[in-house]
Nanobody
């Protein structure tokens, strides 16, 4: 069982930056692909970025060049650096851990609100 807790959300002006972190209670071994998802009001939850145990990354087109995902397995923590934020980035951001072999080992954090507004 892995428990995830996100930190770092808040209110930021357009063009600003935020860094989200996701700390795991259990060990984030290389067997887990870590992802950041977001859900805006009235919209479906969408994948923003992910990183495999080997360090391969994926980014949604809407955040490419602005967001960077990274992980520190020694600290059992995943980060999402968000730069050049836009109002359309406003959403609740969720951390996810998905075991690469055991599909039922899928865990979510409670979410953190990111609001981009002047």
């Amino acid at each position: 069982q892995v428990q995830l807790g996100e930190l770092g959300g808040g209110l930021v002006q357009p063009g600003g930056s935020l860094r989200l972190s996701c700390a795991a209670s259990g060990s984030l071994s290389n067997s887990y692909t870590m992802g950041w998802y977001r859900q805006a009001p009235g919209k479906q939850r969408e994948l923003v970025a992910s990183i495999t145990g080997g360090g391969q990354t994926y980014y949604a087109d809407s955040v490419k060049g602005r967001f960077t995902i990274s992980r520190d397995n020694a600290k059992d923590t995943v980060y999402l650096q968000m730069n050049s934020l836009k109002p359309e980035d406003t959403a609740v951001y969720y951390c996810n851990a998905q075991h690469t072999l055991v599909r039922s080992h899928n865990f979510w954090g409670q979410g953190t609100q990111v609001t981009v507004s002047s």
